[in-house]
């Protein structure tokens, strides 16, 4: 014993041996040298081959040394050639302009009279010379005055606007995000435009420096709600986000939980809607997925085309949404709890029946259970990941053939089979996939208590679910509303079912907005 | 502080007022009041208007405080200090004995082999993650259950119409009026349960003055609809089993939900319909842990911190482990309703919200 707390006591005890490496963080722009010249950006950023430096004159103009600077594969060539350098070197000549230039007035008379760009900004400080850089704009230097000129020249590959493939419609808008964060903007903005959409802009990411847009409509969407979005933004100390689930992780009510507290999606169209109902949007450049806050649980089994279907129909279809919720969380518990312990409840023959089934069988249902819908867990995600043909044919494998086998194996039952291909696709028909994730997950807590508890078990598992989901808050807002606390009008116009749009006049109680969705009318 | 809502205090409340009273209110209303006892059951929980309503006029005057700190303004400190130690005992020894009944109900009913330390220390496992999580929550977990309870009682009534003996019915005052009063007296301490509550919740009701009518409101609503539900749920055993058959069943609602048969496919339904219940007793016993907390804290001054959760939750489970006995536990109840529950609210409300009212009458002369 003495021995092991003394080797313990040597293992924390020694001393770092590693040399322990940082990267130094991008000192702020009062720290980095002065003035701004070429010469102090190539220092900065002249090591990396993909650095384009550019130097040369203006025709007529020679003793005015120009240099542009910018990063190849960031910037659109085609604009820099024709409408900058092709300007300044060529077509710039002989214009009157010209003969009045000096070294000292050279950026402003380009930025005045000849370079036909729409984003033009004369800047001093070597920070946004380097951001700008980075980010994709072209710097153009003309002498060494200290001062440069951005020219919005930002253009890079991408791969467009697509239909997002995690959220098909059968009817409603194809387009989607793209990871440029500016073409998003766009398609929102091209949804509202209304001057009262806002959108700020922040930084986040000590080393990329993603640019981040929140997004809302003033007037709709509470003051609290933008102030405590900006402020859980404005505390992240990270070195990279590389997707938006990085920010969605660390702005979250409460972490040790596996339901989802913030909504994403890849849709203009439902990032629109959810800005009409008072809420925020926080997009991400370099990913597609827009987050929206506050979130609350029913609308995690909505989804878009809720709203573009009739309402009786749309009835109907949440109706089969939520049995197929209940399905995919207590499915197996309830055969489990049915078969162990409850066999009264069920009809006789369908007693036998299961009786007879899992006669042979060397498990208990629990354990059936357990590892049946373990098997099945494995099966999804073995087909995930792969390409498509492959991921049908894994499924096509486990469900069939295995399944087929197991049971002529007297492995397991048939009704347990049938139970466990019941749960998952009840899970598909969870609209949300990180809420599907959740009910998954839980359910097998859940079969445990059936199987040690009966129904007795499940109700323990059940309501202490609902006091967790009853203690959960998405931005301040209650999770279960407007079940609880409850709001009525919400609750009978567009939770459980939806009400026709002409009836819907008012907007949801989280906006605590009068105004009616008519604008008045 | 935390605050709820208008209407959360009216869910929370009828809750309350309902607890586990669907288990006994028939055995008792028709063992005293006999066939016609099915009468007292409304004006017994209307004991709670008059009650509820001397507290809300309270809080109206002393906002922010239970009725414990509203006495020691009232009563004095160490007169408030006493009823406080009755009203901190009552609410754990009760609280801990419908633990026990909980316990019993699941062990008659679905899992007879269970040793009782599973029951009990599950449900307490379960109001003390609630209690934890504070009134607020509690509120809502009320708003959601309560709603699903009578949905569950007014489905097991609905589904046992067929069994109906409406000769059962007959003769109506056939023993006079006498019987029904005297198991109005009988039922009263549920009432006084429910007032007791409402006494420790006041401290967290809203104050605005459109809140205020609400409130009132939300006592009656709360009396009418649970004096109702367990009426009707009253007459239902009587029409299902007659009244010596009745009050001779401890668990009546049981058996009721063991004769339900739907499409001749479903049958003996009681296990799904106690899921449902357990809510109800979830919210009772957690009332009389709410209860209990609130005791420590105008008594002993606790602050709210997990180890006075933990010691009230060890307190409960010793208490609750004691009485394995079902009708052992069934008379302790009883008698702790009838000796302690009721004195204390009949006589502590009324006091307290007269001498307020008699010294503000005395300002104003």
Partial sequence: MRSWTRMLKELTSRPHTRQIRKVPPLPVDSELPKPLSPKLMHSLLGESTDIIFREFSLRGQEEIPCTLVAVDGLIDKLILDSFILRVLMVDFAGEKELEQMTVDNALK?????????????????????????????????????????????????????????????????????????????????????????????????????TDIVVTYIEGLAKPDIVQEVMRRLGRIKIDGILESAYIEEMIEDVPYTPFPQVRHTERPDVLAAALLEGKVGIMVDGTPIALIVPAVLAQFLQVSEDYYEKAVIVILVRFIRYVGAAAALLAPSIYIAVATYHQEIIPTTLALSIAAGRSGVPVTALLEAILMTLALEIVQEAGLRLPKPIGQTIGIVGAIVIGDAAVKASLVSPQMVIIVALTAIATYSIAYYDLAIALRLIRFPLMLLAGTLGFFGIGLGLYGLLIHLLSLRSFGHPYLSPVAPLRIRTLLQDTFVRAPWWALKRRPQIADVDEPRGGGQ | MERISAHQFVMLGAAVLMGTTFFPVAQVALGVGGRDGWMAVLPAYGLALPLGLMILALAREYPGQNLIKISETVLGKWTAKGIGLVYLIVSIYFGALLLAQVEDTFKRSVLQLTPHVVFIGAMLFLVGALAWTGIEVFGRFAEVVFPLIILGLIANMVLTLPRFEWEEFFPVFGEGIKPILFAVLKLAPYACEYALFVAGVIAYLPQGGQDQTQLRTGVWRAVIIVGTVNALLTLTELLVFGPAEAKRLNYGLLSLGKLVEIEKTISGVESLFLLIWMGGMIIKVGAFYFMGMWGLQAVFGVQDHVKWYLLLAGVFFVIGLFFQNGVELVQELSVTD????????????????????????????
Avoid: C, Q
């Avoid at chain 1, 951001?131 to 930002?154: H, K, N, Q, Y």
């Avoid at chain 1, 001057?195 to 080393?207: T, W």
């Fill in chain 1, 109 to 209: 008379t380009v930025y005045k009279f000849l370079a036909p760009a729409i984003e033009l900004k004369i800047i001093n400080k070597t920070g946004d010379a380097v951001d700008a850089v980075l980010s994709g704009d072209a710097l153009l230097f003309l002498g060494d005055t200290g001062e440069a000129l951005i020219i919005g020249s930002r253009g890079w590959a991408n791969r467009g606007v697509a239909e997002p493939e995690t959220e098909s419609v059968v009817r409603g808008p194809r387009e989607g995000f793209s990871e440029t964060l500016r073409t998003s903007t766009s398609l929102l903005r091209r949804k509202i435009k209304h001057p009262s959409l806002r959108m700020k802009s922040l930084k986040i990411g000590e080393l990329t420096k």
């Fill in chain 2, 338 to 365: 009838d000796y302690l529950i009721l004195p204390l609210a009949i006589l502590w409300i009324p006091l307290v919200w007269g001498i307020v009212r008699w010294r503000r009458r005395g300002k104003a002369g």
